[in-house]
């Protein structure tokens, strides 16, 4: 038995910074992932892009409060820039216009743009595509790989524990603790972290507490060539704003494409389905002159979602000591310095403004009155 004041099951990117934080502030923390490396789900295979403009109201604070560290992370956490300017533009076919028009005026920071202006940008965008458009000059790329490893130095800088092939199997609590059974050993302490993604709801269970409801989704990505004679490195990301595809310059004369598909699924290793991969190619392809002459790389990834769509980060109301850090969708990256810290807060005893919204016990308050 590993004694510990915290125990965090999941070390994608909510486990570890939140794991991290925790050390930080003091506390015994070991961090329980169920696959040989941490990172192997969601967190590795996102496309990492800060986005203001994106998502309900609670993600827009986590977001807005987390880019001070994204820019000016803790002294030693990385050894380059976590950050690279990326804006990004919403393109609006003439059917989505109205929709366009009503992110302006809702959105933060996002303003119109020419098309013409758009064309001197990405040249490759046609001609009769676009009838309006507006830019976020603000958003950047995430450097993932950096910030996940980031987070886990930290944890063990400040004495946390990793353990991998560590699959929580039993979670069980005894006089006032939880003691949880995994092929790497038995772990116990007073509080657990249910960080665990797109198995949130599996862990709960196990530890006897009410699920949430919780919808893991399939994104796909795909890899291809940019146009002959076209360097898309400083190129903005791009796609409409339906969010029924975008493109994103990477590396190397690259583009990651995706047709933002949104597939329920249940929770395991998932991989890219050929008719989504032909969908990212057709819409890229309505919008861009784009040749596409062989995939060089596909994948796909979970977003995992509440039933409203926001995070869960809090005490649940059926379990003593037991803390939801779920349902980041496809803001995980983008909100995990602020998500960590708030879930840090609450474990310390304090309640943040920010903390209402979130509170995974709306889903019981709801579930009572129905
Ligand atoms: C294509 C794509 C694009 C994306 N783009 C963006 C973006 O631009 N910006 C953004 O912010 N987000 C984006 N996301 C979303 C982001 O990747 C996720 O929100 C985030 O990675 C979720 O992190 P997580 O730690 O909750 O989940 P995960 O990374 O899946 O981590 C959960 C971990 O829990 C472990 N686990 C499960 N059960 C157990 C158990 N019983 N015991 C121990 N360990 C267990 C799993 O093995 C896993 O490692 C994107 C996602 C995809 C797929």
Same mark, same amino acid.
């Given at each position: 038995?590993?004694?510990?004041?915290?125990?965090?099951?999941?070390?994608?990117?909510?486990?570890?910074?939140?794991? %991290? /934080?925790?050390?930080?502030?003091? #506390? @015994?923390? !070991? =961090?329980?992932? &169920?696959?040989?490396?941490?990172?192997? +789900?969601?967190?590795?295979?996102?496309?990492?892009?800060?986005?203001?403009?994106?998502?309900?109201?609670?993600?827009?604070?986590?977001?807005?409060?987390?880019?001070?560290?994204?820019?000016?992370?803790?002294?030693?956490? %990385? /050894?380059?820039?976590?950050?690279? #300017? @990326?804006? !990004? =533009?919403?393109? &609006?076919?003439?059917?989505?216009?109205? +929709?366009?028009?009503?992110?302006?005026?809702?959105?933060?920071?996002?303003?119109?743009?020419?098309?013409?202006?758009?064309?001197?940008?990405?040249?490759?965008?046609?001609?009769?595509?676009?009838?309006?458009?507006?830019?976020? /000059?603000?958003?950047?790329?995430?450097?993932?790989?950096? =910030?996940?490893?980031?987070?886990?130095?930290?944890?063990?800088?400040?004495?946390?524990?990793?353990?991998?092939?560590?699959?929580?199997?039993?979670?069980?609590?005894?006089?006032?603790?939880?003691?949880?059974?995994?092929?790497?050993?038995?772990?116990?302490?007073?509080?657990?972290?249910?960080?665990?993604?797109?198995?949130?709801?599996?862990?709960?269970?196990?530890?006897?507490?009410?699920?949430?409801?919780?919808?893991?989704?399939?994104?796909?990505?795909?890899?291809?060539?940019?146009?002959?004679?076209?360097?898309?490195?400083?190129?903005?990301?791009?796609?409409?704003?339906?969010?029924?595809?975008?493109?994103?310059?990477?590396?190397?004369?690259?583009?990651?494409?995706?047709?933002?598909?949104?597939?329920?699924?249940?929770?395991?290793?998932?991989?890219?389905?050929?008719?989504?991969?032909?969908?990212?190619?057709?819409?890229?392809?309505?919008?861009?002159?784009?040749?596409?002459?062989?995939?060089?790389?596909?994948?796909?990834?979970?977003?995992?979602?509440?039933?409203?769509?926001?995070?869960?980060?809090?005490?649940?109301?059926?379990?003593?000591?037991?803390?939801?850090?779920?349902?980041?969708?496809?803001?995980?990256?983008?909100?995990?310095?602020?998500?960590?810290?708030?879930?840090?807060?609450?474990?310390?005893?304090?309640?943040?403004?920010?903390?209402?919204?979130?509170?995974?016990?709306?889903?019981?308050?709801?579930?009572?009155?129905?």
């Amino acid at each position: 038995m590993h004694p510990a004041d915290i125990l965090v099951i999941g070390a994608g990117i909510a486990g570890a910074a939140t794991a %991290a /934080e925790l050390a930080a502030a003091g #506390r @015994r923390v !070991v =961090l329980l992932e &169920a696959e040989s490396q941490p990172g192997f +789900h969601s967190t590795g295979r996102s496309a990492a892009l800060w986005i203001l403009n994106y998502g309900p109201a609670d993600v827009r604070a986590l977001t807005g409060a987390s880019r001070a560290f994204f820019e000016d992370p803790p002294p030693g956490f %990385a /050894e380059h820039p976590l950050t690279r #300017r @990326r804006p !990004v =533009l919403f393109l &609006a076919p003439a059917a989505q216009r109205g +929709h366009l028009e009503r992110m302006i005026a809702e959105g933060e920071g996002l303003r119109p743009i020419g098309v013409a202006e758009v064309r001197a940008m990405v040249p490759i965008l046609r001609a009769d595509y676009a009838a309006a458009a507006a830019i976020e /000059e603000d958003a950047f790329d995430i450097d993932v790989h950096a =910030l996940h490893h980031g987070y886990l130095r930290m944890l063990r800088a400040h004495g946390g524990r990793l353990a991998t092939e560590a699959r929580a199997q039993a979670i069980e609590r005894r006089d006032g603790v939880w003691q949880v059974a995994t092929p790497a050993g038995a772990f116990a302490a007073p509080i657990v972290v249910n960080a665990a993604g797109a198995w949130g709801d599996e862990v709960a269970r196990m530890a006897g507490v009410a699920p949430l409801g919780l919808t893991p989704m399939r994104r796909t990505a795909l890899l291809v060539d940019a146009p002959a004679g076209h360097d898309p490195a400083e190129w903005p990301l791009l796609g409409d704003a339906d969010h029924t595809w975008y493109a994103r310059p990477e590396a190397r004369r690259k583009l990651m494409l995706s047709p933002a598909d949104e597939t329920p699924m249940p929770p395991c290793d998932v991989q890219p389905d050929e008719l989504d991969l032909a969908l990212a190619i057709d819409r890229a392809q309505a919008a861009l002159d784009l040749p596409v002459t062989r995939i060089e790389h596909r994948w796909a990834g979970l977003r995992t979602f509440t039933p409203d769509r926001s995070l869960a980060i809090g005490w649940a109301g059926d379990a003593e000591g037991f803390l939801w850090m779920v349902g980041q969708g496809g803001y995980g990256i983008q909100t995990a310095p602020a998500a960590a810290r708030l879930a840090r807060d609450l474990v310390l005893g304090r309640e943040p403004e920010v903390a209402r919204m979130v509170d995974p016990r709306r889903f019981a308050v709801s579930s009572q009155r129905n």
